[in-house]
């Protein structure tokens, strides 16, 4: 079989590049998953839909991606994927005057977002203890997605258009001659394929590693608790993203809340890591959602889970051109934050693809190369580092 383009992956990245291929009109497109679509980490994924970033490469992926999250009916032809609730970055005292620099940095962009004191937070979400808070970033517009429906999305448009989706059939081997590649390898035969996208999340430094491509990128376990909400918390806050305490939070339907469990567990193996949360992470998750919001005292444990996201080394994707190996690309490393900017990187990727240079958004900083060259991916405004984004201590 033969194929124009062959993406390694069915997640929210694999489905979103196939989906923007054959919109292109790139007649054989072929996608591979090993598993069921949406089974790595886009299946898991809490999905926040929202621009606030401290570096403008990733903001601007965001805001070019959130008009197909919040018009998904009209433009996919499916059901809502989006729930506006607004959204809130919050900061301690020491990052205040950074998150008011990123905050003119993103209106610069043109997204539609404030800074606010912690009075102004108080007054928006009353319920939020602000003590330890020095300024907030409001994005009114911004919320969360369905992931399992927008892959589904993806999927139904991408077949509508010709592109052929195998699930259940894994690639073995990507094959190369020389310095290009000529196609993959699956337990059904050889596809052969002058181009081939590696979008193949967690698993992508094992399968670039066998064909002599070291990727600065490794997998890392994601922790996530639910609980059901207290009365007086009955109607849905914001999403929050709380860089005080290293976390962050969001309703799930009417009655759940989402909160992310800061974990430093690294290097784990996709295939055969437990899924089970350790039982030390609903007491932190507790601790931090009750700081944040002291209401959620009555909350009560509903589930909790262990996924997994590929981070590259400095906690931005990597996108791009495989340096060395013609027709190979790179799709991947999204560092636990790709969801969101999963329609801009397909339509990014297919035109890189297509026509040599991505036009929509420069995804130029998110070279495989950077690494080598020593150009990481940081803006001028950082905050505190996240605890989950760092190695634990030796
Ligand atoms: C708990 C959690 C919460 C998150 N929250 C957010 C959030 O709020 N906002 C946000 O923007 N991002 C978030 N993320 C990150 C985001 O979900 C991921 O960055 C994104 O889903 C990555 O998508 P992907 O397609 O690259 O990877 P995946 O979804 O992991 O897909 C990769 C696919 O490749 C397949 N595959 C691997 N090897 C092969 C092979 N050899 N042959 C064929 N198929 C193969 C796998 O089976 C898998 O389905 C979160 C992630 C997690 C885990």
């Not at 940095?105 to 937070?121: C, F, H, N, Q, Y």
């Not at 992508?204 to 066998?210: D, Q, S």
Request: proline share 8%; net charge neutral; with cysteine.
């Amino acid at each position: 079989m033969t194929a124009d383009v062959v993406v390694v992956g069915g997640g929210v990245i694999g489905t979103s590049i196939a989906f923007a291929l054959a919109s292109a009109g790139v007649k054989r497109v072929v996608l591979l998953e090993k598993s069921a679509l949406a089974s790595g980490a886009s299946g898991r994924s809490s999905a926040l839909v929202r621009m606030h970033y401290t570096n403008v490469e990733d903001a601007r992926l965001a805001w070019a991606s959130y008009p197909l999250f919040r018009d998904w009916t009209e433009r996919m032809d499916g059901p809502p994927v989006f729930r506006r609730t607004g959204f809130l970055a919050v900061v301690g005292p020491q990052d205040a005057g950074a998150l008011k620099s990123n905050v003119e940095m993103l209106r610069g962009i043109g997204i539609d977002t404030v800074a606010l004191s912690p009075g102004e937070l108080k007054t928006l979400q009353p319920f939020v203890n602000v003590d330890d808070i020095g300024a907030a970033a409001y994005e009114p517009a911004s919320g969360y997605a369905s992931p399992a429906d927008v892959v589904e999305g993806f999927r139904r448009q991408a077949q509508a258009r010709g592109a052929q989706i195998r699930q259940w059939t894994p690639v073995t081997r990507i094959l190369r001659r020389e310095s290009a590649v000529t196609g993959v390898e699956t337990p059904s035969g050889r596809i052969d394929a002058g181009a081939v996208v590696v979008a193949a999340g967690a698993w992508a430094p094992r399968l670039c590693k066998e064909i002599g491509l070291p990727l600065e990128a490794r997998p890392k376990a994601i922790d996530t608790m639910l609980v059901t909400r207290p009365p007086e918390l009955a109607t849905p806050h914001m999403v929050v993203i709380d860089h005080v305490l290293g976390t962050y939070f969001r309703p799930e339907s009417d009655v759940l809340t989402i909160a992310g469990v800061p974990c430093q567990v690294w290097d784990v193996d996709p295939d055969t890591m437990p899924t089970g949360l350790p039982p030390s992470a609903p007491i932190e998750g507790a601790q931090l959602l009750t700081q944040r919001f002291p209401a959620m005292e009555r909350a009560e444990l509903a589930r909790g889970y262990r996924a997994f996201d590929c981070y590259s080394a400095d906690r931005h994707a990597i996108l791009g051109a495989a340096p060395g190996i013609d027709g190979l690309y790179l799709a991947t490393a999204f560092s636990g934050s790709g969801f969101k900017i999963a329609p801009a990187v397909g339509t990014c990727m297919a035109e890189l693809i297509t026509e040599g240079r991505a036009r929509s958004v420069d995804i130029s900083a998110f070279r495989p190369a950077r690494f080598a060259e020593g150009k990481l991916i940081a803006g001028p405004h950082p905050y505190k580092p996240r605890r989950d984004h760092l190695e634990p201590a030796r």
